[in-house]
């Protein structure tokens, strides 16, 4: 009885929650295994939210020691500015997509974002301003950026095992489908 009470209530649950086919299926649990990071989804949660007021701070303080600067000073900065704006957006887009899809090529440009364009730009942004607002502002940015190299590489490297893992067992099962229809 317990047999026939099992298979009625997985064909409901598969009418229901549509699966993969049986020979699509991977391994006992390793294919349902959720490996994105709940740390650095928040890291980019907090990035998101505090960009724009990061954007704004720093905006505004430049308007004011905007025509202290020589015109060599100003197009650097005008340039780096632009840059780190569109290079945020890219490059957070990147980190959300990569980590909630577990897409690891994403994640991938989002890390090498993150630690070759990004973290030089901010890190000359923090050191060379002197006021307390901005160090403050970027000291904030430099912190999330930095925790976010850290986590990204963490989740890089278990999804990519994770990834591997799966693609061996899907292999080992689908060798053995073979051998046992021939």
């Known amino acids: 009885m317990s047999d026939s009470w099992r ?3 997985m064909n409901i649950t598969d009418r229901i929650f549509p699966s993969l086919p049986p020979e699509e299926k991977v391994g006992p649990a390793i294919g ?9 989804q928040m890291s980019l ?5 505090y960009f724009p007021f990061w954007f704004y701070t720093f905006l505004s303080l430049i308007v ?6 020589n015109m060599l000073t100003q197009t650097i900065v005008s340039v780096s500015l ?17 980590n909630m899809r577990e897409k690891i090529p994403d994640l991938a440009a989002f890390w090498m974002f993150s630690l070759i364009l990004q973290l030089p730009l901010q890190l000359v942004f923090l050191l ?5 607002a901005e160090r403050a502002a970027h000291g904030v940015m430099c912190a999330l950026l ?3 190299l850290v986590f990204g590489f963490i989740v890089v490297r278990d999804m990519a095992r994770h990834h591997k893992i799966r693609f061996h067992i899907s292999q080992f099962y689908n060798g053995q489908q073979h051998t046992k229809t021939e």
């Open 128 to 132: 060379l301003n002197n006021a307390p």
């Open 64 to 69: 004011f020691k905007f025509d202290c600067l």
């Open 82 to 98: 632009f840059l780190i704006f569109l290079l945020e957006c890219v490059r957070l887009y990147l980190g959300v997509q990569g």
């Open 45 to 49: 949660y907090f990035n998101i939210v």
């Open 7 to 9: 298979q009625t209530m």
């Open 146 to 148: 930095l925790s976010q």
């Open 32 to 40: 349902n295994e959720i490996v994105s990071s709940l740390p650095l």
